[in-house]
């Protein structure tokens, strides 16, 4: 790994545990061990190196939805598969990093919502027509409305206002909001298929919380 590379990783490291406004280039560095001098040889500011990390992380988001698509058994199971995904992230993210991309880092905020309104989207009408032909969701969805919906929701888990992160964890709001979504557009065999992975998430979880 060269130096960029690891600078990026420590700065999203950091970004994403601990939100972008209260993590200083100083910080990175000292985190790092090395200069401040040496990260402004890679980035011009902060700005710069938050733009960086999004860009990292929206490729890596694509990737992942590229695989899902490829090793998903359906639809329904698609969407459990990325659901997962989000919430393994959602883990150790401060859900105020939107926030303060929103209004401290307007290009890096630009960036992902082309992610969200361009590759999200499509992504989305995919999966409900792969869901259409399948059986599993209902031939009467108007797609781009649905698709739009689920997107807000699915961005709606980093809105203090909404779901006050005192009050809520995160990723059980996105896994609701998401079961949510499923159910409003799956047919009875795409319910069944929703009962079916339901419990093996159910599962998992419990075998992970007694390792």
Not at 20 to 47: P, V
Request: glycine residues 4%; aromatic residues 10%; hydrophobic residues 40%.
């Amino acid at each position: 790994m060269d130096v960029k590379e690891r600078i990026l990783g420590k700065a999203a490291d950091l970004f994403l545990r601990y939100g972008i406004r209260s993590i200083t280039m100083d910080e990175i560095a000292t985190q790092l061990g090395i200069s401040k001098k040496t990260i402004y040889q890679f980035f011009t500011d902060k700005d710069d190196m938050v733009s960086a990390v999004i860009d990292q992380e929206i490729r890596k988001n694509e990737e992942e939805c590229v695989l899902f698509r490829q090793q998903a058994e359906n639809a329904v199971h698609q969407i459990f598969m990325a659901q997962e995904s989000v919430e393994e992230m959602l883990k150790y993210t401060n859900p105020l990093m939107v926030y303060d991309l929103e209004k401290h880092h307007p290009r890096a905020f630009k960036r992902l919502k082309e992610f969200k309104y361009q590759f999200l989207h499509q992504v989305l009408m995919d999966n409900l027509q792969w869901g259409m032909e399948e059986g599993v969701y209902r031939l009467d969805l108007h797609k781009d409305i649905v698709v739009k919906a689920r997107i807000e929701a699915a961005f709606l888990v980093f809105n203090p206002d909404v779901y006050p992160h005192s009050r809520y964890k995160v990723a059980e709001v996105a896994f609701e909001l998401a079961i949510l979504f499923l159910n409003s557009v799956a047919t009875d065999a795409g319910r069944a298929l929703i009962g079916k992975y339901t419990i093996e998430r159910n599962k998992k979880i419990s075998h992970e919380q007694k390792v």
